[in-house]
């Protein structure tokens, strides 16, 4: 069987997961919503353990951290009065952290996010949170478009099922989704790194 390439190792570019301590990261609307909200993640519990394992390493080597939170409606998915738009506990930001609100699925839309992350002066960012193939993977997209190199912890990612097109009514599994979107970010975007033991310092 023919093996398979991403575009980055058909140019024979040698993407590496950032360094801790030479990166900023950006945690992506790691909020009660995808807990005990209208959308509620499969798998959250181990997911929300890796990104709390990803701030604490973050933390203990001076890494920045920007926390991204996403703002919906009134009433509302992510209602900004509501508990939907909190943080998760496990990911909660300290009182000296960043922290960015959006409207938009890229963080970079209507923000204040790059001016950020230009004031930190890093150039590689490592990316976290929730939704893989919604606001992470548009985030990230965007981050590269800029000129950063990324970073994305595929344990501190997940989303949610998806019906399949043409109105078949089935859906696509939540991990299937997952892999897809990290697949698509590492064919050119971005280093996809497995879990936070696989990030150096």
């Known amino acids: 069987m023919t093996r398979v390439m991403t575009l980055l190792e ?3 570019a040698q993407r590496r997961p950032a360094a801790l301590s030479q990166a900023g990261v950006v945690v992506i609307d790691a909020q009660r919503e995808y807990a005990d909200g209208s959308l509620p ?9 890796e990104i709390a394992a990803l701030l604490a390493r973050a933390r203990a ?3 920045p951290v920007i926390h991204v939170r ?3 409606q009134a009433g509302g998915l992510f ?3 509501g508990e939907g738009a ?3 506990p496990e990911a909660a930001p300290r009182p000296e952290e960043i922290v960015v609100e959006k409207r938009l699925p890229n963080a970079f839309a209507g923000t204040e996010l790059l001016a950020e992350i230009r004031r930190l002066g890093r150039d590689e960012l490592i ?3 929730f939704m893989t193939h919604m606001c992470v993977s548009s985030t990230v997209r965007a981050a590269f478009d800029l000129g950063y190199g990324c970073t994305v912890v595929a344990a501190a990612t997940g989303t949610r099922p998806l019906p399949k097109t043409g109105g078949s009514g089935t859906a696509l599994a939540a991990e299937t989704v997952h892999e897809a979107a990290l ?3 590492a064919d050119r975007f971005a280093t996809v790194a497995r879990d936070v033991a696989a990030l150096p310092d």
């Open 10 to 12: 058909m140019v024979g």
């Open 41 to 49: 993640l499969p798998d959250l519990a181990p997911k929300t353990a």
């Open 61 to 63: 080597c001076g890494a």
């Open 70 to 72: 996403h703002l919906g």
């Open 79 to 81: 209602d900004p009065q």
């Open 86 to 88: 909190a943080f998760l």
């Open 127 to 129: 990316f976290a949170g």
């Open 183 to 185: 697949a698509g970010l």
